[in-house]
């Protein structure tokens, strides 16, 4: 599912990663600075490594070699951040709208049935201030499952919230696993989270 | 009974003409020098930005000079515009807009481009995410997020031609109902014997203006403040 090899340089952080996987939820762990945002930040387009090779499900998004370089909007990669990122001008139903635009194509995963998947419906008028942390990530999840991504990238999605939160939202994650069956990168340092959702585990250090 | 004279009335809609024009023919490019000197590194940018900022530590006179000596129609760029285009500046209102435009530019290009750095990148990137290409991040995102400070800077500029005097007159002069905007009324009351009157008359109608699109501003800023208070 994942052949990645790139060479990472930020002002003084130097990083080399290589990461190749089978696995379909694959879980990237390690320390705090390891790099783990900036791999899944390459993935997505939003970063550009020195060097190497990024290929996804044998779509190639990233190679310095060939001088291919996908734009971060064309690679079809849902994120999920650990703060949710919603738009906060926007109430909830406009946010997961964001990412259905123009595309004819028949969608793979429609609105009602993401909403039904992550109980966000009583939500959709409201907006992300009014959300609790754990609602905006729901809401957050669904909005880039809405995107209609070729892969599911989560960047400590749970980090932010509370034990209490968290357990109410392991078994949302392992519904999305389970039933939208996407590819997912998977970041975390609870090895707990990691043991429940990812098939596969790689350390970054 | 009249509170102000024909020629007064005629000053005060001309000034509220040309700052109206001139702030929002300016916007766009306020908006884009904005985000070009936030967002983009490139050879010459230091210049760039002392270009943008020139009219604000340039004496106004010189500023209307310059503006004289390239878009009158004698000037290099002004002849062109005349013979070609039959856009004419000189001694015409279009002519005092632009020297507003210009002398408030500087103000609103330093509004624009702080609420353009203060925006937050990482909500940007969420939109590229879900696929939403640079244009549409900008228009969708960045624009409704910065927009308090570009409406700052719409009223900075507005403000500011309003109350232009030196450059304007040095381009376009001081003709009544054409070029005499308020800042020229008063100057031509003042060399007048008994035009006191008319001055405060003026004057007073300059403060009500200027104060009321300060406040509109800030009710516009407070209000999209409080909309999207996430």
């Known amino acids: 599912m994942l052949r990645l090899d790139i060479e990472l340089r930020r002002g003084a952080f130097a990083r080399h990663v290589q990461v190749e996987s089978d696995a379909r939820v694959v879980a990237l762990v390690g320390p705090s600075g390891a790099g783990k945002t900036t791999v899944l930040n390459a993935i997505a387009g939003l970063v550009t490594p020195r060097s190497g090779h990024i290929e996804v499900d044998d779509r190639c998004l990233f190679d310095s070699a060939r001088r291919i370089d996908v734009p971060a909007h064309r690679r079809r990669v849902g994120y999920v951040f650990q703060e949710a990122r919603l738009f906060p001008h926007l109430d909830v139903r406009r946010n997961l709208r964001y990412g259905r635009h123009g595309g004819r194509a028949a969608e793979r995963f429609g609105f009602d049935a993401v909403v039904a998947l992550l109980g966000i419906g009583h939500l959709l008028d409201r907006h992300p201030r009014n959300l609790s942390g754990g609602e905006a990530q729901r809401v957050a999840i669904g909005r880039a499952l809405l995107s209609q991504p070729a892969l599911l990238l989560f960047d400590e999605p749970l980090s932010a919230l509370d034990q209490a939160r968290r357990e109410e939202l392991i078994p949302y994650l392992q519904r999305v696993r389970d039933e939208i069956r996407l590819p997912m990168i998977y970041v975390s340092h609870h090895p707990d989270e990691v043991r429940r959702i990812a098939d596969d585990v790689r ?3 | 009974m009249p509170w102000f004279s024909p020629e007064e009335w005629v000053a005060i809609r001309l000034s509220l003409k040309v700052a109206v024009v001139a702030s929002l023919a300016s916007l766009p490019f306020g908006i884009a020098l904005g985000w070009l000197l936030a967002r983009r590194q490139f050879p010459g940018k230091a210049l760039l930005d002392a270009l943008v900022h020139l009219p604000l530590v340039l004496p106004p006179v010189v500023m209307g000079y310059t ?24 001694f015409r209102w279009t002519g005092a807009a632009l020297a507003c435009a210009v002398m408030g530019f500087p103000l609103m290009v330093r509004a624009i481009r702080l609420s353009l750095e203060s925006a937050d990148r990482r909500l940007e990137q969420a939109a590229s995410t879900l696929g939403a290409g640079p244009w549409r991040v900008f228009f969708t995102i960045t624009l ?14 507005f403000a500011k031609a309003l109350g232009e005097f030196g450059a304007t007159i040095t381009f376009v002069s001081n003709i009544p109902g054409e070029t ?13 014997p008994g035009g006191e009157a008319g001055i405060w008359r003026l004057a007073a109608v300059a403060v009500v203006i200027s104060l009321g699109a300060l406040l509109l501003s800030e009710w516009l800023v407070r209000r999209h403040q409080h909309r999207r208070e996430a």
Not at chain 2, 67 to 90: R, S
Not at chain 2, 144 to 157: C, E, H, R, T, Y
């Open chain 2, 67 to 90: 503006l004289l000596v390239t878009l009158g129609t004698q000037g290099t760029i002004g002849a062109f515009l005349k013979e070609h285009l039959g856009i004419v500046f000189a």
């Open chain 1, 203 to 205: 350390t970054l250090d």
């Open chain 2, 144 to 157: 409704p997020l910065a927009w308090p400070g570009i409406v700052a800077g719409a009223v900075l500029g």
């Open chain 2, 180 to 192: 005499q905007t308020l800042s020229s009324a008063i100057y031509g009351l003042m060399q007048v």
